[in-house]
């Protein structure tokens, strides 16, 4: 299960960086981000692997994997403009939704 987590945090830390980068935020900007959004990762995290506990491995790593990769963008987009600030907030969403759309349907 803790296999499964590390590579969804990995598949999410550079998803999460490149869209950073397209978002074009300066650097202390970028930095608080990074960092608030890496705590609620690993916050998000700790939740799941606690419930991967309690529930049939195979089963939880599967919703968990699903669950973590399908609310990280709306996390992102809910946290993002109240520690940036509403004009770098819309930058980043903009970044978020030209990489949505590059992605295979």
Not at 9 to 35: H, K
Not at 39 to 62: P, S, V, W
Request: aromatic share 2%; charged share 30%; glycine share 2%.
């Amino acid at each position: 299960m803790r296999t499964v987590l590390d590579a969804a945090r990995r598949e999410i830390l550079a998803d999460l960086t490149g869209t950073i980068e397209a978002a074009s935020l300066d650097d202390d900007s970028r930095a608080r981000l990074a960092v608030a959004m890496t705590e609620l990762l690993d916050r998000l995290l700790m939740e799941l692997d606690t419930f991967a506990c309690d529930a049939d491995r195979r089963t939880a790593a599967a919703v968990s994997q699903f669950t973590l990769t399908a609310t990280w963008p709306l996390l992102l987009a809910h946290h993002a403009p109240a520690l940036l600030g509403e004009r770098d907030g819309l930058r980043l969403r903009a970044a978020m939704d030209a990489r949505a759309r590059m992605l295979p349907a």
